[in-house]
């Protein structure tokens, strides 16, 4: 019987994980090192290192054959997925929902306000010791909307909140009803984009949302509108997201871009209105602890033969 866990985390520092010796685990760890810790046909349980890219998180996974659970560390599985086609029916695939959604809405706020009220161009003028003074959009009064009503979208409607917009319009695959009001479904963003202030971007990449926000969807945006990006770089045409802010006619705040990470002199950095971060919506102080305790939380599970939390989807089914 094979016991295997890998962990990117060692063992002892993750409070509340069952202990190995009673719950007939084996605790490995591996972070994406050139050398995998064990025989990788022994792992049941693998929890795919964080941040380190679709090669490293998928290398283990054709040699994985007694593999019950892949967990990942992020609230997407893009950099998973081209490694399902390698897995027996029956794996299941979790990912770490409750671990980035406050993090993320942080920042997401935190690039629309520094975006709109100018602090880049602050910044800029105190190392040149200019007084760039002057009127600055607010969020207050503007319209807000939020393509992709996960959890994610959801946190970061909970941080809107106090600021006082006019209206915040919600988007997800498909239309539901929610305490807040609808969501509406993809098909009517046409209709939806040339109304909002601020876009949003949280969903998820699928090949449903690669390439989504095209020369159509950034056409149909209103003059002056501010597209954020915390979703992933290729739900963005980049090419066509440079020929926009090279007019001048809209402005955005990229936490993620396409390609990423975003080489030396490339147009990005330097485009007019642009902001750009480097991919840490959920790299904050708030991410190691939440992350061990789901960690925690899933391995009791396992070891308990309880249904596991955040179950994307099952292989074979």
Same mark, same amino acid.
């Given at each position: 019987m094979t016991t295997d866990v890998w962990l990117p985390f060692e063992a002892h520092e993750i409070q509340g994980l069952p202990g190995a010796a009673d719950a007939g685990l084996t605790y490995r760890y591996w972070d994406g090192g050139p050398e995998f810790p064990a025989d990788p046909a022994d792992c049941v349980f693998y929890v795919v290192p964080y941040m380190k890219g679709t090669e490293i998180a998928v290398r283990p996974l054709s040699a994985m054959t007694s593999l019950r659970?892949?967990? #990942?560390? #992020?609230?997407?599985?893009?950099?998973?997925?081209?490694?399902?086609?390698?897995?027996?029916?029956? @794996?299941?695939?979790?990912?770490?929902?409750?671990?980035?959604?406050?993090?993320?809405?942080?920042?997401?706020? #935190?690039?629309?306000? !520094?975006?709109?009220?100018?602090?880049?161009?602050?910044?800029?003028?105190? *190392?040149?010791?200019?007084?760039?003074?002057?009127? %600055?959009? !607010? $969020?207050?009064?503007?319209?807000?909307?939020?393509?992709? %009503?996960?959890?994610?979208? =959801?946190?970061?409607?909970?941080? $809107? #909140?106090?600021?006082?917009?006019?209206?915040?319009?919600?988007?997800?695959? =498909?239309? *539901?009803?929610?305490? *807040?009001?609808? @969501?509406?479904? $993809?098909?009517?963003?046409?209709?939806?984009?040339?109304?909002?202030? @601020? @876009?949003?971007?949280s969903t998820p990449l699928t090949e449903a949302t690669r390439g989504l926000v095209g020369a159509d969807f950034l056409a149909r945006m209103k003059d002056g509108a501010l597209l954020v990006n915390v979703a992933r770089g290729p739900v963005v045409d980049t090419k066509a997201l440079l020929a926009e802010l090279e007019s001048g006619r809209i402005t955005a705040a990229l936490d993620v871009t396409d390609p990423e990470p975003l080489p030396a002199g490339h147009p990005l950095w330097h485009a007019p209105g642009a902001l750009v971060s480097p991919h840490v919506g959920g790299s904050s102080s708030a991410f190691l602890p939440r992350a061990k305790r789901l960690l925690a939380a899933q391995l009791t599970r396992h070891v308990a033969g309880q249904p596991l939390d955040n179950v994307v989807l099952t292989t074979g089914s």
């Open positions: 659970v892949v967990q #990942t560390l #992020t609230a997407g599985i893009d950099h998973v997925e081209p490694g399902i086609k390698f897995l027996a029916p029956g @794996v299941e695939l979790c990912n770490a929902r409750g671990v980035h959604e406050a993090s993320t809405a942080e920042l997401a706020l #935190t690039l629309v306000l !520094a975006s709109l009220r100018g602090i880049p161009r602050f910044v800029e003028g105190q *190392r040149q010791e200019e007084w760039r003074a002057g009127f %600055y959009p !607010a $969020l207050a009064d503007r319209s807000v909307l939020i393509v992709g %009503y996960g959890s994610i979208g =959801s946190a970061i409607e909970d941080r $809107l #909140t106090p600021f006082e917009c006019a209206r915040v319009a919600r988007v997800a695959r =498909s239309a *539901r009803a929610t305490e *807040r009001g609808p @969501v509406h479904p $993809l098909a009517e963003l046409p209709s939806l984009l040339p109304q909002a202030d @601020v @876009v949003i971007l």
